[in-house]
């Protein structure tokens, strides 16, 4: 059997008949139902074995862009000294949100809500000159947030998983440039995951200029309420000129929309929809390292405050973004690419030794195709089978029952158009691996 593939019969996949109450909005729903993850306390998930391998494919893919990118990963910790948040002040600006933690011998300590002072620290105290820059370093980690209202399962969670990345720059020029590089990485990344994600000007502080953005998908459970201008619907985000299209183009939200006197946009133009933030990108210049003394010398001598920028998005997040994106009334219906297995295999008779042959042949040559196989070898009746196949989601559900086989066929079903064939083994293979 292909190590990527597995036996339902000597597998974890704990799904639920009935929704579970509390559980608001489908991608909810459908995480616990599909036996993606497990509430253990409130806004706390663990992740079960099949909403593992969506979260790891998903942060693969964020990943795969960031260093495209020119980002470096490097990982920091979670538990963080106290003593860091003091020196930039935020220790006591930040609020309930932040979990307070002392350890034995009575040191302040917290669990990283965010890695601004820790990164800072680290960079300041290994880079002295202007040689080492600019740079921009991230990692994807646990954060946690006593959220005031955790809901909607792993959307608003208090422990979740971000990839957040800095940038550290010489001047405004090179930051600009890494804010820009970091625009553009976002935007393939959503594409890469099969989303379509609407830059918004976010508000930028104290610092002033364009370089804030969130990045939203429109879906009707959003949280956030955004106006755009709906040529935003129809830029080609393929198109090299896609990133500087988006972001001539208005898109605001509702709070901030509100305060704008004249609105930009004609108003048969404005498109009103709800988005969930997955990403948000921001310059704030020397906040950090002016507070924590970070300078770093020029190349004509003089000592330089490096600017800097921040680059977050939440990965666990997007798990239910995604099914909120793509669902229907039976179950999920994951994008191949980050689906946590390519097909699902119901052996209709795993007592037939024929039968199981030909599973087995047909497990074997998928693996060979860089295919993995969740295989349903248990004894449940195949409507059951069947429903968990739609329930759980993947692409490609093949059918294998001793009927088709004597007549030297499989079915084969597209999970996201119901779409059914009547095929020879080897021609499904063709289909799938095609
Ligand atoms: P929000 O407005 O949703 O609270 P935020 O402004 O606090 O988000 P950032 O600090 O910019 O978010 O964090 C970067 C990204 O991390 C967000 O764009 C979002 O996708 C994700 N994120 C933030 N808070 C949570 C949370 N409680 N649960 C899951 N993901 C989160
Ligand atoms: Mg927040």
Known sequence: MHPLSKRLSRYFLPVLKETPAGAEIVSHQLMLRAGLIRQTAAGIYAWLPLGLRVLDRIAAIVRCEQDRAGAIEMLMPTIQPADLWRESGRYDAYGPEMLRIADRHGRDMLYGPTNEEMVTAIFRDCVKSYRDMPRTLYHIQWKFRDEVRPRFGVMRGREFLMKDAYSFDMDMDGAR????????????????????????????????????????????????????????????????????????????????????????????????????????????????????????????????????????????????????????????????????????????????????????ALEAKLAVAGRSVLHDDTPARPGEKFATMDLVGLPWVVTVGPKGLAAGTVELKRRATGEKAELSLEAAIARIAG
């Open 177 to 360: 440039a890494s804010y820009d590089a970091m625009f553009t990485a976002y935007l393939r990344t959503f594409a890469a995951l099969g989303l379509r994600a609407v830059p918004v000007k976010a508000p930028s502080g104290p610092i002033g200029g364009d370089l804030s953005h969130e990045f939203h998908i429109l879906a009707s459970t959003g949280e956030s309420e955004i106006f755009y201008d709906s040529a935003l619907d129809t830029v080609d985000i393929a198109d090299p000129e896609a990133p500087a299209q988006l972001r001539r183009l208005y898109a605001m939200e509702a709070e901030e929309h509100a305060k704008i006197a004249a609105c930009p946009v004609p108003p048969e133009r404005l498109a009103r929809r709800r988005g969930i933030e997955v990403g948000h990108i921001f310059f704030f210049g020397t906040k950090y390292t002016a507070a924590m003394g970070m300078q770093v010398q020029g190349r004509d001598g003089a000592m330089v405050t490096p600017l800097c920028g921040s680059y977050g998005i939440g990965v666990s997040r997007l798990a239910g973004a995604i099914i909120e994106a793509s669902h229907d009334e039976a179950g999920i219906i994951w994008p191949e690419q980050v689906a946590p297995f390519d097909v699902g295999l119901v052996n209709l008779r795993p007592d037939e030794a024929a039968v199981m042959a030909a599973c087995e």
